[in-house]
């Protein structure tokens, strides 16, 4: 099992930037499909945002293409998520998720079993 530590949450003004970080109990290098998650208060958890570690494969929700970007730096089992442009509806408790896959199986689809405690991003108008 993988712990998952997120940070790097906040509240910015519509227009503005955050970068979340989650930091890994172990090396996800070429093992892990590793993911962004948020819910909104009153809606159901969506996928953001996914890697597969140590792999050139990402993909995006549609409605942060272009806005979000999914990295990592594996010499600090860290993923990233930096969020640009944001608006009010990116409003809600962001999650990282890591699930034990090989690269073909990395998806936003697949079902992830170790989650991060979440970190809060609240964007006001």
């Known amino acids: 099992q993988v712990q998952l530590v997120e940070s790097g949450g906040g509240s910015v003004q519509a227009g503005g930037s955050l970068r979340l970080a989650c930091v890994a109990s172990?090396?996800?290098?070429?093992?892990?499909?590793m993911a962004w998650f948020r819910q909104a208060p009153g809606k159901e958890r969506e996928g953001v945002a996914v890697?597969?570690?140590?792999?050139?494969?990402?993909d995006y929700q549609d409605t942060v293409k272009g806005r979000f970007s999914i990295s990592e730096d594996n010499a600090k089992n860290t993923l990233y998520l930096q969020m640009n442009s944001l608006t009010v509806e990116d409003t809600g408790m962001y999650y990282c998720?890591?699930?034990?896959?090989?690269?073909?199986?990395?998806?936003?689809?697949?079902?992830?079993?170790?989650w991060g405690q979440g970190t809060q991003v609240t964007v006001s108008s």
């Open positions: 998720a890591a699930e034990k896959t090989r690269g073909w199986e990395c998806g936003l689809g697949i079902d992830f079993d170790d």
């Open positions: 172990v090396n996800t290098y070429s093992k892990y499909c």
């Open positions: 890697l597969f570690s140590g792999g050139s494969f990402t």
